[in-house]
């Protein structure tokens, strides 16, 4: 089928690359001209303008915006729907917050557009092992839109079958689901974002333990030198805790094992946030998902005020003299 993409980025240009792929027609839009040449000359429509854009989608006309979460989406969707009719569909596969998808599918309600809000997960990888995608909004538009969901999905590839999953049926064992209503799909992808925050600190924290086994600070009889990318490289290797971002995790120690090019600074897309907003709506303890939010803020400063507080506390009621810390 057709399908028009604008935000030629990295994930919006691979997964026009992957449709073409699939046989699919794609129409492409994107602030660089560049961008939109170099698509054409794969097999897109290249677009030399919004209005050139809606006018070279066939009816009902199908666009995803694939630009960065806040006034670029809200701007997308606005500038679309002025141009859209009853029946065509926006879909917005960026990291929006759930609560404005809620609020722009009210508003395109109103007209007969259909608005549907795609987590997706996959980063510079899914061109090759395809896009996880968590769908909100009307079902006659997750319907219409299958085609292109299961190109752009995984599929079941060499992953054995969850026992029993034969009987439940559906589309989650090729690698996309319909959530739910408007904001649904967003929502699914916000708590996978919350979740991969606690996994990423997991491993984050046990590989600065092995990295300070050999501590001077240590009894000597207690003191290990480990190999971490080999420790890595091992626990992808039939361990529990194997993952996708283990294997990640291996490639940048096998790369540099001190990882001197990193300065440690770690931003957050926000989605880690709206996790811990939701859990405190909610009630729900997540001691885990909001510690590991806590530690990215932690990331940008050298040392905290009230990290020099407690050091002048502890040297007040007991004497502690600060260490420095030995590299």
């Not at 001691?287 to 009230?306: I, K, N, P």
Request: some cysteine; hydrophobic content about 35%.
């Amino acid at each position: 089928m057709q399908l028009g993409m604008v935000g030629l980025g990295r994930m919006g240009g691979n997964m026009v690359r992957r449709l073409l792929r699939g046989g699919h027609q794609c129409v492409v839009s994107d602030l660089s001209p560049k961008n939109v040449a170099e698509l054409a000359g794969e097999g897109a429509a290249g677009s030399s303008s919004l209005d050139d854009f809606v006018a070279r989608l066939n009816k009902p006309r199908a666009a995803w915006i694939m630009v960065p979460a806040g006034d670029p989406t809200e701007q997308t969707v606005t500038a679309l729907a002025q141009r859209f009719e009853a029946g065509d569909i926006i879909i917005d596969g960026g990291n929006s917050y759930y609560k404005d998808d809620v609020r722009r599918s009210l508003k395109l309600k109103e007209r007969g557009i259909h608005y549907v809000d795609v987590g997706t997960s996959g980063g510079v990888w899914g061109l090759d092992r395809g896009y996880c995608m968590m769908i909100g909004g009307p079902k006659e538009a997750f319907d219409h839109l299958d085609p292109i969901f299961k190109t752009l999905a995984p599929g079941r590839g060499d992953i054995p079958r969850t026992p029993g999953r034969e009987k439940l049926g559906g589309t989650s064992e090729e690698g996309y689901i319909h959530c739910g209503p408007s904001g649904a799909g967003h929502f699914v992808k916000m708590v996978h974002n919350g979740i991969e925050y606690g996994l990423m600190q997991a491993y984050a924290e046990g590989f600065d333990i092995f990295r300070n086994a050999a501590s001077e600070q240590l009894e000597k009889d207690y003191r290990y030198d480990l190999n971490v990318a080999d420790i890595a490289e091992v626990w992808r290797r039939g361990s529990v805790v194997s993952s996708w971002l283990l294997d990640l995790t291996s490639m940048a120690l096998a790369e540099n094992p001190t990882l001197s090019e990193y300065t440690g600074f770690v931003q957050d897309s926000g989605e880690g946030r709206w996790t811990v907003t939701a859990a405190l709506e909610e009630a729900v303890p997540a001691d885990v998902l909001t510690a590991a939010l806590y530690t990215r803020f932690r990331s940008r400063q050298e040392h905290t005020f009230a990290e020099k507080l407690l050091s002048a506390m502890r040297q007040k009621f007991g004497g502690h003299i600060e260490l420095t810390q030995k590299k």
